[in-house]
């Protein structure tokens, strides 16, 4: 799980940075 977290972080990020 702790190398997950960073990852879905990652991809909420550029999700949001894609939604702006």
């Known amino acids: ?4 977290a960073p990852r879905t972080l990652l991809l909420l990020l550029s ?3 894609a939604l702006t």
Do not use: D, E, T
């Not at 799980?1 to 997950?4: I, K, L, P, S, T």
């Open 1 to 4: 799980m702790a190398v997950m």
């Open 15 to 17: 999700g949001a940075l």
